[in-house]
């Protein structure tokens, strides 16, 4: 069980900090707790009261007090990112010794065990602002939904953010052939397959190919084409906790996989071609989208049709309007990456869009 107090989450550095910080004299209780900061590859700091060392106790990214040792931190400086950690739940004097000592969070255990394990887990990533994600499909087959979501993600990364792009169709040929880097290594979507619970964002990103500055989540050539829903949550979850930008090339079908990745975006970009029969097509997709994903915006691939316009297009699905993707002078399939260059019509396309959604500011 774990309860809040309202106050903001400890502010944290990009990067891996230090373990957190335990002050109790409860051996059992100090057992667990180191037990549970060994679950979260880290290692604590142990006390038994306020430190000594001057500024240890405000610089711990994370302070967890057990009930035993509350009277032995009241007058230790207010700060955030404090945890009282209890065993009994039915006591209610452990709300008051939380606020006497200006704890965020009271936590009974076992029952909390996981929540702490993934906070400790947090902090030693130094877990900031999530990444800003940004999921991509096409309205029919063909539209162009891979290209955008390569071309945005080079984009990204060539402006210097941590970027990663992630291939969520395992019909779509693989975007690291895209890419040109099918042979690169690192770990592909089958890897983690059996992945639940909580996935260490570091490990992930480090694992991943490498290819144009930016980080990669693809399908290999075996036949896997599916991914537990479990998985897939874990692995997204853990790709937006490193920050930055998170790109996801989505299938038109929607699956449980699919539906956890929807529940995760800040925003979806639907690709349609300027034609009616597109947009009828493209009509079908936003529906199921659309009842999970809340942020959906269109893109008009031009040339347009006769007679129709792009802002047209986007009031027949009813959906906000982006804007119009212009056909590449070249084609698409030979030549660098899209988007690998800032010149072209496309690389001018991702690099307004990002500038209109920042990914430094978190969110849409």
């Known amino acids: 069980m774990a309860g809040a107090i309202t106050h903001d989450r400890p502010p944290t550095a990009e990067g891996r900090q230090g373990g957190p910080m335990i002050v109790t004299e409860d051996v059992d209780l100090l057992d667990d707790l180191l037990r549970l900061c060994a679950a979260a590859g880290v290692r604590p700091e142990v006390h038994h009261g306020i430190p000594e060392r001057k500024g240890s106790w405000e610089a711990a990214p994370l302070v967890l007090v057990g009930d035993d040792a509350a009277p032995r931190v009241r007058g230790a400086a207010r700060r955030r990112g404090v945890v009282l950690v209890g065993r009994d739940q039915d006591d209610p004097g452990v709300w008051r010794r ?55 993600a080079l984009t990204s990364a060539r402006e210097g953010n941590r970027t990663l792009l992630v291939d969520a169709d395992p019909l779509g040929g ?31 990103e480090e694992s991943l190919p490498e290819l144009h500055a930016l980080r990669v989540l693809s399908w290999d050539r075996s036949d896997a084409v599916t991914i537990p829903p479990q998985a897939v949550r874990a692995v997204l979850a853990a790709a937006r906790r490193r920050g930055g930008a998170v790109v996801v090339d989505l299938p038109r079908r929607i699956d449980e996989g699919v539906a956890e990745i929807l529940a995760q975006l800040d925003v979806g970009l639907l690709v349609v071609p300027a034609d009616l029969r597109s947009i009828a097509a493209a ?79 978190g969110g849409v």
Not at 180 to 188: I, N, S
Request: a negative charge; proline letters at 8%.
């Open 98 to 152: 939380a606020v006497e000592i200006g704890a965020d969070h009271v936590l009974v255990l076992p029952d909390g065990e996981q929540w702490l394990v993934d906070r400790i887990a947090d902090v030693a990533e130094g877990v900031g602002r999530p990444a800003l994600t940004v999921g991509v499909l096409g309205g029919r087959g063909g539209a162009g939904a891979s290209t955008l979501a390569c071309a945005l």
């Open 174 to 204: 693989g975007l690291d052939v895209l890419l040109g880097g099918e042979t690169a290594e690192g770990l592909r979507w089958p890897a983690f397959a059996a992945s639940h619970g909580r996935v260490g964002g570091g490990a992930l």
């Open 283 to 361: 009509g079908r997709v936003a529906s199921a989208v659309g009842m999970v994903l809340r942020d959906l915006r269109v893109v008009v691939r031009g040339p347009c049709a006769p007679g129709l316009h792009h802002s047209e297009v986007a009031r027949l699905l009813d959906l906000p309007l982006v804007g119009e993707l212009p056909t590449e002078p070249f084609p698409l399939d030979v030549g660098p990456p899209p988007g690998s260059t800032a010149k072209g019509p496309l690389a001018r396309f991702c690099t307004a869009f990002w500038e209109r959604v920042p990914v430094e500011g």
